[in-house]
């Protein structure tokens, strides 16, 4: 049984201590190959050359690995050789052992040409909604079996604690240990709507806007309502503005802006399109606010699955090709 006991821990695929040193697992692999295709073949000479070896390289690894062993597996004549019952019991475990291993390299080569499973990312619902999802089909058409888990806020998301594989986020970053990959930056723009300027006139600078209405933002995060920024001198001022309503969703300050609710500052990739159409208008032209970063972050393992890299540069290519999440500053 003692005899049974090493063979069976000597066919599953540990590290293996022998002589009081720490075996490479390959050399075992490679050992259990060897007398698998000695048995077989039925000779030595036979194996040697199926296998592209010395036959006394051979012979030296199944003397080393009886030796391990300590079991004789082969019964040898000077004519023939055949295999002993240790040998046996531990021929019908390698054989085991040799295909998990060959079944584990083939999926894990499938997955590296087509990786798949399920990748969870967490953005925000705007940056979602306008980039992100549109450009979806694409993505699923080049890795059709990678499935992808959505969620949408603000707020800074534990990677770890809450199992998310990587995060899309806009501003700037705290130290987390993430790996954070840069892919865009996003210019904003102070507008209203006209009928808030017919009523309450057009600030020509920003100390004016201590005389008008702002719609305030609240931060995922803090709690806390973000104050607006404008680089004046060179220098950047932050300015608190009074409001009658603040929100904490990016579609809903957009609608508060249409309505007349107060100024507002988001965006030009968001509020654009209601520039365009008139429906919004930009003041405080030659006064800009410094560019927010956009940024995916990831956690640094050097063994990261290929579903998310790959999600990576895409996302990456994605915001390459929107000029209007490409600004220098």
Known sequence: MAVLNRMLTAACPKSIRCNGQRENIMDRLVAMKVFVRVVEAGSFVRAAQSMQLSVAKVTRIIQA???HLGARLLNRTTRNISISEDGEIYYHRCLRVLAEVDD????????????????????????????????????????????????????????VEEGVDCVIRVGELEDSGLVARRIGNMARVTCAAPAYLAKHGEPKAPDEL??????????????????WDFVIDGETKLIEMKGMIAVNDADAYVTCGLYGLGIVKGPRYILGSYLATGALREILVDYPSMLRPISILYSPNRHLP??????????AEVFAREPLMQFKN
């Open 306 to 315: 290929r579903r998310i890299r790959v999600f990576a540069d895409w996302i």
């Open 210 to 227: 201590r005389h008008h209405l702002g719609v305030n933002y609240v931060s995922s995060n803090t709690g806390r309502v973000h104050g």
């Open 65 to 67: 690995l009886e030796a």
């Open 104 to 159: 584990m390299e083939t999926e894990l080569s499938r997955a590296k040409l087509n990786p798949k499973g399920k990748l969870k990312v967490n953005l925000p619902a705007v940056v979602a909604r306008t980039t992100v999802i549109p450009a979806l089909p694409e993505f699923f058409a080049m890795y059709p079996d990678i499935g992808i888990e959505m969620g949408l806020t603000d707020r800074q998301v534990d990677i």
